[in-house]
Structures are given as structure tokens and as C-alpha cells.
């Protein structure tokens, strides 16, 4: 009996057995979005505003009537940079899935009426009248190929207005990006679904603007994440968060050909600027009314992207001192296994193609010391200025903090200046900092080398002065495991990952001499 049942359903016609019900989701109720930053962009790099290169998971719940039995679930309004494979369905057993391609487009369009009828509205390029006609259009694969009561032919670009008038919007397309999922047999019912999936065309970074104390002991640091999307679809009132850190992720996620989809749904031949092409806002239906035609001779263009803009979430910003800055919303810090996780409190937009900003690091006041500091490779070379700290509670901070860009400032009798820009790796708690911003004028260093080739070895006399009207902390850096020894120094080397460090103070107005050796190790 069983084996003439399997007989019988294999007989029955493939649309009997893949006709389902259709159950269309518009858009998400709630909706939770996480960005993760691009381990390939260095620090103080900014984010590629037109394809950001990181992802986001995102989480949405939705409402839907589902009928009993196995249903086709549409979930339209997702992220145009969906990944499919990383889709999970709560809420019912999904059995199947897939990222709807065919979106309302000028190539999803003439694909679908291939072989049916259209209106083509075009302009006589001696007389400039403007005339409609009924053809079939017959091929897209080069160029678009149609038929007339006149005869087939290729439709070539005049330059001039003209573009095709469709009856209807196929429901094969859709305006928004879709995702189609196939439940398993189920009771039926309003029912709550949560669809979380990895969406690419997301970014996030940290700019940290710190303001230094006119003793150098210690700076206020306010630090600002900007959220980045380079995605078509926007997400109103979102759970926004973003994650620091960086994590392992499979090939197969990093890109579901959506970048190929979208650019073939842009692209017709090489004259699709007289074939309006790619954005469904531009795709004329019939009885809806085009936009004025240009000017007799004008070729028609596609409308450009819609602009990048910044939005500012911090209700009040205050140019003056970083402590006294108000702040409207901050973002939460909460500990997401070894990564970090920055919570926004409230919801927000995550709009399409756009960036957010809001805070989420507000130190008044980090302890430290203002350095100068010349690295030495052979010799000396000519120093900069850092401001270094302790990543401790103790010393005024004790959070993660992640990579991003540094600016810095400090109170002058002209007011606050701009003294160096800079940038910072990830830095963990009780991770020693240091923000180098700039070059001194008011500290020097002159270096004069005897070399004794039969014995490799180097003798320095450095002159050091300091300008200043006050005393100031200066170290060379030596590299360790360079093979050399350096020798003849007043004090001691003091040992830190990677490095040796040789540290005095000189007097405001001073200048002091060196004399020390540097040797090769022998048999090296």
C-alpha cells in the first residue's frame, strides 16, 4: 500500500506538488541590528562610505496569519545584502529557503515580458514628436530587440526620450528585496516568526577625541562609534548595538552573490543610459506618469544615489572642554564573551546608505605622562610626542577600546587647537596606551656616530636640548632582538614587549650630552 502511495505522488504533476499557499510579510514589526567592524581596515582608516566591508545580524519579528499545512513565507523589506544561508527561522520549522533575485528592475522587466507586449514610447529625432506603439519584445541578451507593425529591430540610443510602458508589475518581481521561506506542516494561526540572518554592506569605527591638560598629566577622552550602512534597506527604531573585536568567519558568508544581482538588475547594454535601468523608484508602469521628459536633445540619465549623510543621535555637542561636553545618549558597554558589545539605549534609525553617530566612551579625566620619545634605529631619530596611560579604573578609565582614530586637542590662549591626529589598535584593560600625535619644535636631538668597522661597533655623542620654559620626560627607544648591545648610558634599561626604553628629564632650557655605544653581537 505504501509503495502505491510513493507511485501515485510521483505520477501527480510537479505544480500540484509545489503549489503551497502564498503568505507575504511587508515589513518587520521590531527589528534588532548588531554591526561588526572590518578586520581588514587598518586603524584610523576611514570606512569605504559606498560599500562598507564588514556585516550585520540582523534580527526582525514579524506577525503573520499562517494557513495550516506547509506555507510559503515572504519576508519582503530585508536587507538587500542578505547572506541566505545564514537565515534562521524562529517560531515555525522552516523547510527550505531563498533569496528572492528578481527585483523590479529594467532588466527584471524585460526579462519577464520577453515575448509579450508592450508600449514603446519614443521621440522622432527630426520632428521631436513624441509617439507610442504597441511591440513584442523579443530579446535583452546584447541589446534590447523588439517587434513593430514595422518590422524587428534593435532599439538603438537616439539620445532622446523614449522607454518602454509595461501593463502591469509581473508578481514574479518585487520593489524590495525578499526572502522566501517554505514552512514545514504546521497548525496554522497568527503566529510570531523571528528571522535573524548576516547581512553584508555594514561597518562600524571609533573616533576618540581627547583634550589634553596644560600640565600634560592627564586628558579628557570622549570617544564617538560611527555606524555605517551601504545597504538599500532601512531599518526604523531598530535595536541598535555594535560589536568590538574581531571573529572567525566562513567563506561562505562573506559574500551571496548579491553584488552580481544587483549590478545585472542595473545593467541592460551599454546604452542603458537611454534604457533607464536599476532603481525601482525609476520603472514606469502604465498609467502611472513618468517624469517630464528632458529637453529635446538631452540624454536621459539615471538618477543618481541618494546622498550620504551623517546623522548625529548625541542631542548637544559642546566644542568646549571634552569633560563639560552634554551628552544625550551614550552607548552601553556590556562583555559579549571576549568581545565587547556596545548597546544603543534607545531605538534608532538605521537608514539606507547612511551613517549614525553616538557616543560611547565619556572619560573626564585619564591619568598619564606627556613623553617625548626618539626611536633608535642605528641612531637616533628625531622625536615625537605621546601621551601614555594605563588602561586602569584607577588611572581614569578601564574599558576596552577599540581601534579607530585619535584626535587631539588642548586649551591655548587662543583657545582649543588642534595638536595631532593619530591612531589606536584594540586595547584591552590594564593594556598600556599611547597616543603619538605629533613632532616638537622645542625639543631636538643631533647625533654625531664614529663607526669601528673591525670591531662593528658605533660610538654616539647626542646633543639633546629642550627649548621649552618647562622640564619634560624624554626616552629612546631601542629595539629588542636587533642583535646589538647598547652600552654607556647613565642608568638602566628598562624592558618592555619588544622594546628596551632609556628615559631622563631635562631641564626647561637645557641642553645635555650622550656619549654611548652600540655593538653587533658577535656571531650575528
Known sequence: MRRLIALFAALLPAAALAERPVVASA???????????DPQRAPGKAIYKARPG???LIAETREVDLPPGEVVLRFE???????????????????????????????????AFTGQSVILRRTDPATGKVSEEHATVRSAAQRLVVTTSAGSEA??????????????????????????MTTKDQPGGRTTVTLAYIATGFDWDATYVATLAEDGKSMALLSWLTMASGDETSFPDAATSAVAGEIARSEETRDDTSDRLKNEA?????????????????????????????????????????MERDIVVSGMRKVARA?????????????????????IPIPVTVAARSQKQVAFLNAPRVRGELVYRSKVYGAPE?????????????????????????????????????????????KAVDEEVEFVFGEPTGVTVENQELADKAKRSWTHTV????????????????????????????????RKPGKQIWAMTLAPGSETKLVWRSAEVAGE
Request: hydrophobic share 35%; charged share 20%; proline share 11%.
Open 27 to 37: 515589513a518587520p514589526g521590531q527589528v534588532a541590528v548588531t554591526i561588526y567592524r
Open 54 to 56: 564588514a556585516f550585520a
Open 77 to 111: 523589506g530585508v536587507a538587500g545584502g542578505i547572506v541566505p544561508q545564514s537565515a534562521i527561522l524562529f517560531g515555525t520549522g522552516p523547510r527550505e529557503k531563498n533569496r528572492d533575485a528578481a527585483l523590479l528592475s529594467q532588466k527584471g522587466l524585460v526579462d
Open 155 to 180: 532599439v538603438y540610443c537616439s539620445g532622446l526620450n523614449q522607454t518602454l510602458l509595461y501593463p502591469e508589475a509581473p508578481a514574479t518581481l518585487s520593489a524590495k528585496p525578499v526572502l522566501t
Open 266 to 306: 542595473r545593467w541592460l547594454n551599454k546604452w542603458a543610459d537611454c534604457w533607464p535601468a536599476g532603481r525601482t523608484h525609476q520603472i514606469s508602469l502604465r498609467g502611472v506618469p513618468l517624469p517630464p521628459p528632458p529637453p529635446p536633445g538631452a540624454p536621459m540619465m539615471a538618477m543618481s544615489p541618494p
Open 323 to 343: 569633560q563639560n561636553v552634554a551628552l544625550a545618549v551614550t552607548a552601553k558597554s556590556e562583555s559579549l564573551g571576549d568581545l565587547k558589545l556596545y548597546r
Open 382 to 426: 628625531d622625536p615625537q610626542m605621546l601621551f601614555r596611560f594605563r588602561n586602569r579604573k584607577d588611572q581614569g578609565l578601564g574599558d576596552p577600546l577599540p581601534a579607530g582614530k585619535v584626535v587631539v586637542y588642548q586649551d591655548g590662549d587662543f583657545g582649543r587647537q588642534v595638536v595631532g591626529e593619530t591612531s589606536t589598535g584594540n
Open 463 to 494: 646633543t639633546l636640548r629642550n627649548a621649552n620654559p618647562f622640564a619634560i620626560r624624554y626616552e629612546m627607544e631601542f629595539p629588542a632582538g636587533d642583535n646589538r648591545t647598547y652600552t654607556g648610558l647613565p642608568g638602566k634599561l628598562i
